[in-house]
């Protein structure tokens, strides 16, 4: 009777064990981003090959200034200009690459980085070959200014760079650059996911890499490139201290430039000499004497400009520890301050050995602000509106370049220590903005949109 009483219980437990058994759910399938993609792709031959490509853009624009340089002297003697004739080619240069770095970055955000970036290099080459056969001084200056537009489409490359790069990777490599694809996070924040996924899969096959598993996905922008957006609550107060530090950056490195060349030109290494100390005579009649000074680089000229260009290259180690180890804003403000001090030893009476030591740190001090804050504006901003920043900040930081000219080749010319106080100034400014900029972007991936900004990676002040 016991065994007859437990075995029904027993069934019915059963059934009811079974009955409440939930059914087995379908596995939603794997997706991926962009920036899952680049992170797990990782960084081999493709990131090389790019860099060796586009490190052709850097090598353009530096061609284009020191040209600026070594040819004021030239055409000074050739036309028998004044000082605001020849700092006026200089400004000329920027005006042009200030315009059209505005257009080019809503171009690129709205039709892709490359083709803007290959649009920049024929119209560059093109109107530089030009400019050598320029029959008078108004020719020369317009087509100096059309070059001047072309460079400013540059940009877009180091965009490209950032877009590619995998984060850890970013602030080591990208200090060094200077086939290509279209940005993978261009294509998918403009809706062309299957674009974006072939670029990957080539990245991944010319690595030897793996790509993630699932599928990709990414939301679609539709507001893309605003102008509107970079002065949002959100990134109001990072985008105008941005613009003061690419404004005095540029004032400070174009200066240096062309403050070396004025030095080397007028023989200023001490500060003694000033312009209306120098006799001039240009030809052997009287009617031919200029009233400008005149005087060509001698060879040791040429040298001292080539070693002190050197150093532009030879502490990007030390950046690129800085940028990595001390992260973005302090690494900034540090190569700031440095800048202000070795602008004011250039007043210093010292031999030209200690003048080529002077100019050396400060090629190299002021090519580590640019290095900095350009790695700094493509990882601040999001894919939607990357290239506008960019192109935004590069465009306004030009009114330094053009004032540049005028406190090298004109306030030098009267006032040596006046010059290089001003421009240490503006530096003690940048290094300041710098220091308390509100967020650091070392080790965090690139924004897609104007999401939310991690509070781990905003420091207020």
């Known amino acids: ?125 093109y109107f530089s070959l030009l400019t050598s056969f320029s029959p008078s001084y108004i020719w020369f ?85 605003r102008f509107a957006d970079l002065l949002d609550a959100k990134y109001l107060r990072t985008t105008l201290q941005i613009w003061v530090i690419w404004l005095g950056i540029s004032f400070a490195y174009y200066g240096v430039i062309l403050a070396s060349a004025e030095m080397l030109e007028r023989d200023l290494v001490c500060g003694s000499r000033s312009e209306s100390e120098v006799v001039v005579t240009v030809g052997v009649s009287e009617e031919s004497k200029s009233p400008c000074h005149c005087h060509t680089f001698a060879p040791s000229d040429y040298q001292t400009m080539i070693i002190s260009t050197i150093g532009e290259i030879a502490l990007n180690p030390l950046n690129i520890l800085g940028i990595n180890f001390l992260g973005r804003r302090l690494s900034l403000s540090i190569t700031m301050g440095c800048t202000a001090v070795f602008f004011l030893l250039l007043n210093i009476c010292t031999s030209r050995a200690g003048l080529i030591g002077f100019l050396f740190m400060l090629r190299a001090l002021v090519a ?15 894919t939607m509106m990357r290239a506008l920043g960019l192109g935004t900040s590069g465009s306004l930081c030009r009114i330094g370049a053009m004032v540049a000219p005028f406190i090298s080749q004109v306030l030098m010319s009267a006032s040596l220590l006046g010059a290089l106080c001003l421009f240490s100034s503006v530096c003690v400014v940048c290094a300041i903005s710098a220091f308390t900029l509100p967020i650091e972007t070392k080790g965090r991936a690139l924004q897609v949109s104007d999401a939310a900004i991690p509070s781990s990676s905003i420091t207020t002040f």
């Open 1 to 125: 009777m016991a065994t007859n009483r437990t075995e029904p219980v027993t069934i019915i437990s059963l059934r009811k064990l079974s009955q409440e058994t939930p059914e087995p759910q379908p596995k939603e399938p794997k997706t991926f981003t962009v920036e899952d993609a680049v992170e797990t792709i990782g960084f081999g031959r493709f990131h090389i090959a790019l860099f060796l490509i586009m490190g052709s853009t850097g090598i353009a624009e530096a061609m284009e200034i020191m040209l600026i340089a070594v040819v004021s002297p030239v055409i000074r003697c050739e036309w028998q200009l004044e000082n605001w004739q020849v700092a006026l080619v200089t400004t000329m240069v920027f005006f042009g690459y200030m315009i059209f770095s505005i257009l080019f970055g809503l171009l690129a955000d709205r039709y892709g980085r490359w083709k803007v970036l290959f649009l920049s290099f024929l119209w560059g080459a």
């Open 141 to 225: 200056v317009f087509l100096r200014m059309m070059v001047g537009c072309g460079v400013s489409g540059h940009a877009q490359g180091l965009i490209i760079k950032t877009e590619f790069l995998p984060t850890k990777y970013r602030g080591y490599m990208l200090p060094l650059s200077q086939f290509i694809p279209e940005s993978a996070r261009f294509n998918v924040s403009t809706g062309n996911t299957q674009a974006a996924l072939a670029t990957l899969e080539r990245i991944a096959k010319m690595n030897r890499s793996v790509m993630p598993e699932g599928r990709l996905v990414e939301p679609t922008l539709k507001n893309r490139g």
């Open 368 to 382: 580590a602000n640019f290095n900095t804050i350009y790695i700094y504006t493509a990882e601040v901003y999001p």
